[in-house]
């Protein structure tokens, strides 16, 4: 038997580059399931196609029809000039993560997330010693230069140019904080211990992967790590959360930043995506 993709539309372009386009699985022509195709249309190194919503009939599963369809899939993004191919696996989708392992694809990050107590009775408050408040006015352009260099790092570790990593931290920086420490449904937060700032929060109170709230960024300085401070903005973040009707909290880690995973662990937060991607020869 023969498994192939067939397209159910036209392919659709959109302003910035992007296109999609959506396929059934079809084997011998008798659709046994479906895929999406989406390319972020940037060129270069970090050019990406994405697998979306793949899915195989219960009827036809556990005979290599999601195998062959991936593999043609990764097909028509090459086709389209990607470089790269990233797969989002729901967690608790066993089956389509030991697929994905066999693809060769490796998980990147995951996205967790946490059920919050009924109210802000129910958080630890901070240690002695230690105050969390927001983050002042004369104090935002050093964080926000810092959070912009730290994110453009990120993207020259993989394979963008110094001057291409910037500009794309700093247009996530201003999509994400129109209005500065003044954009709506954001709370950035500084934790001090004994008069000076260790560590800060950048939380949004609508999360951009489903309902609640979204830890974007928790930092703490170099010199004062290991001794709990990531933990005392975390909890500060459940309880800013709670005081604006917020119950849920979520956030993303890298898949080997085992510290941070061990940290959220600890405070509750459980998977719920898992993003996995592979170099496209």
């Given at each position: 038997m023969t498994t192939t993709l067939r397209p159910t539309g036209p392919e659709r372009h959109a302003e910035d580059g992007s296109r999609s386009r959506s396929y059934d699985i079809c084997v011998n022509g008798r659709p046994v399931g479906s895929v999406?195709?989406?390319?972020?249309?940037?060129?270069?190194?970090l050019s990406t196609g994405r697998l979306e919503d793949l899915a195989v009939r219960e009827p036809d599963r556990r005979r290599g029809r999601a195998t062959v369809a991936a593999l043609a899939a990764e097909e028509v993004l090459r086709g389209w000039g990607c470089r790269r191919a990233e797969v989002r696996i729901p967690a608790g989708a066993e089956p389509a993560l030991r697929l994905a392992a066999a693809l060769g694809y490796a998980e990147r990050n995951r996205h967790l997330a946490k059920e919050l107590p009924p109210s802000p009775a129910g958080v630890p408050e901070a240690p002695e010693g230690s105050a969390v408040r927001p983050l002042e006015r004369g104090e935002y352009p050093a964080?926000?230069?810092s959070r912009t260099a730290s994110y453009a790092r990120h993207w020259t570790g993989r394979g963008l140019?110094?001057?291409?990593?910037?500009?794309?931290?700093?247009e996530s920086h201003a999509a994400l904080l129109p209005h500065g420490p003044d954009t709506p449904r954001t709370a950035l937060r500084a934790l001090v211990r004994d008069g000076a700032v260790v560590g800060t929060l950048w939380l949004a109170l609508e999360a951009p992967h489903g309902p609640g709230g979204w830890v974007y960024d928790v930092e703490v300085e170099a010199e004062h790590r290991g001794r709990g401070h990531g933990r005392t903005l975390l909890l500060d973040a459940e309880r800013v959360c709670l005081a604006a009707g917020v119950r849920v909290l979520g956030l993303?880690?890298?898949?080997d930043n085992t510290?941070?995973?061990?940290?959220?662990e600890s405070l509750g937060y459980r998977p719920t995506a898992h993003h996995l991607d592979k170099t496209l020869l």
């Open positions: 999406r195709l989406t390319a972020d249309g940037r060129p270069g190194p964080w926000l230069e140019s110094a001057a291409e990593a910037r500009r794309r931290s700093e993303n880690v890298v898949a510290p941070a995973r061990r940290l959220y």
